[in-house]
């Protein structure tokens, strides 16, 4: 039994299982071949004849989790002995398991935002050589998150694909998924470790800081959707160009409102804002031209109706934190609603795109 997927994937549990139509498991475990699961029926020979099931569990060479089932008749039909997992649209991922994605993936983009868009206003726009205690509290409650998130994403992806077990958990840790979740978790424990030295830190030790967000952004990229036709690693940067882009303007928002005396910062502020947010809408274009098909996949497509809401998500924080800010008003509510469109990106990244 041979199934090809659309790029390379790693098996979960057995991979591949096909029962006969008495019900029996009649295949071992699949073997991965580039693009292909392979699981052997050469032992079990001569089949049965009538309608075998056909279920598979894979993990994507992009860290994403996807199953379903079919089925095929030898000889003749005959009934199905029980429901296969229903292919659709979410990759048939279990509803529990696509919960769990999302939040983790929001947990990591708010932590991502706190700790390296915090650490960016303080080293480009703040000349003191102390960070002030509430800045250096976002960043370490960014770093927080960024530590949660991981078993919570290891969870909802072994969820995803129906089993929660020991040996479910370590196949998970086995796949690309695994060794994009070890590397996130070793930067958030290295720039754990180097805060401490920030207070005195200046020059190539604050840049060197931020280099490991930029790691952090890089090694997210590993992890976001292939797009079909384009090189992985301009996937990959564009990916990381993105997520980087929204940590400076939602990171930047939440560290200048929870300053007392922000005045002196509001005009700087703008101006990275406003390229920070340049960059955004530009990469955020580019994906969204390279996985939707046309723009009725906006309202037709789980990925798409996201998309498009979190699009108005967008304008209307960027235009409540504007007026807010020149207002003089507090600034939370406008940050509040953007910690709301890492949510929906949350989701976003969970969902398959139409393309």
Same mark, same amino acid.
Do not use: C
């Given at each position: ?10 098996? $979960? ?8 139509? =008495? ?12 693009? =292909? ?8 020979? *001569?089949?049965?004849? !009538? ?27 005959? *009934? ?31 932590? $991502? ?11 480009? &726009? ?48 086995? =796949? ?8 996130? &978790? ?9 805060? !401490? ?70 005009? *700087?502020? !703008? ?85």
């Amino acid at each position: 039994m041979r199934i090809t997927f659309s790029e390379p994937v790693t098996g $979960f549990g057995r991979g591949i299982d096909v029962y006969a139509p =008495s019900g029996k498991r009649v295949s071992g475990t699949a073997a991965a071949q580039g693009d =292909s699961l392979v699981a052997g029926l050469g032992e079990f020979q *001569p089949l049965e004849e !009538g309608t075998y099931r056909v279920e598979w569990r894979v993990v994507a060479r992009d860290t994403h989790p996807s199953r379903g089932s079919y089925t095929f008749s030898v000889g003749h039909p005959s *009934p199905v002995t029980a429901d296969g997992l229903q292919g659709n649209e979410l990759g048939a991922v279990a509803p529990l398991g696509l919960f769990l994605q999302a939040l983790a993936r929001w947990l990591h983009f708010l932590g $991502f935002a706190l700790a390296f868009g915090v650490l960016a206003f303080r080293v480009l &726009l703040l000349p003191a050589p102390d960070a002030p205690s509430r800045l250096r509290r976002l960043w370490y409650a960014g770093l927080v998150l960024l530590v949660v998130a991981e078993p919570l994403a290891l969870t909802g992806q072994a969820a995803s694909l129906g089993s929660l077990d020991a040996q479910s958990l370590a196949d998970v840790l086995g =796949s690309a998924f695994g060794r994009v979740l070890a590397l996130r &978790l070793g930067v958030a424990l290295l720039l754990w470790g180097a805060l !401490g030295a920030l207070p005195q830190a200046r020059g190539r030790g604050a840049w060197t800081l931020l280099g490991l967000g930029v790691a952090l952004a890089l090694v997210d990229g590993f992890g976001g959707h292939t797009i079909k036709g384009v090189p992985d690693l301009v996937a990959y940067l564009l990916t990381a160009v993105h997520e980087g882009a929204m940590s400076v303007w939602v990171g930047g928002l939440a560290a200048l409102v929870s300053l007392p005396e922000r005045g002196p910062l509001l005009r *700087p502020f !703008g101006r990275l804002a406003v390229a920070s947010v340049a960059v955004l809408i530009a990469s955020g274009a580019l994906l969204a031209l390279f996985h939707l098909r046309s723009p009725a996949d906006l309202a037709f497509t789980a990925y798409g109706f996201t998309l498009g809401v979190k699009l108005l998500a967008v304008a209307a924080a960027l235009g409540g934190a504007w007026l807010g800010l020149r207002a003089r008003r507090s600034g939370w509510p406008e940050a509040a609603a953007l910690a709301g469109v890492l949510a929906l990106a949350g989701l976003l990244a969970s969902l398959p795109p139409p393309r």
